[in-house]
């Protein structure tokens, strides 16, 4: 069992930025590749950006690209996300998220869920 605890979310105005963490405690960290997804009202739990289990490759949603950067800490068993130039659109509750591979992990692939923790951007 892996735990993860998000923190770090809160109200940003347009342009600015927020750094996520994702604490993690339980089995090893560095046996997973770790991701954050987002969800806004009324939509489905989308695919943000995951880091690989050594943090040798990273990848990123279009939509994030330029403005985010993942990156974990194996010795701190922490995750992080970097968002500048923060918009509107990235409003939504960010999930830290564990699993098997960092390429192509999918919503329904992810092992272990943090509780997730709300962005707000506002205009």
């Known amino acids: 069992q892996v735990q993860l605890v998000e923190s770090g979310g809160g109200l940003v105005q347009a342009g600015g930025s927020l750094r996520l963490s994702c604490a993690a405690s339980g089995r090893t960290f560095s046996n997973y590749a770790m991701g954050w997804f987002r969800q806004a009202p009324g939509k489905e739990r989308d695919f943000v950006a995951t880091?690989?289990?050594?943090?040798?490759?990273?990848y990123y949603a279009n939509s994030v690209k330029g403005r985010f950067t993942i990156s974990r800490d194996n010795a701190k068993n922490t995750a992080y996300l970097q968002m500048n130039s923060l918009k509107p659109e990235d409003t939504a509750v960010y999930y830290c998220?564990?699993?098997?591979?960092?390429?192509?992990?999918?919503?329904?692939?992810?092992?272990?869920w943090g509780q997730g923790t709300q962005v707000t951007v506002s205009s």
């Open positions: 880091i690989s289990r050594s943090g040798g490759a990273t």
């Open positions: 998220a564990a699993g098997p591979q960092a390429y192509r992990l999918g919503a329904d692939s992810v092992n272990y």
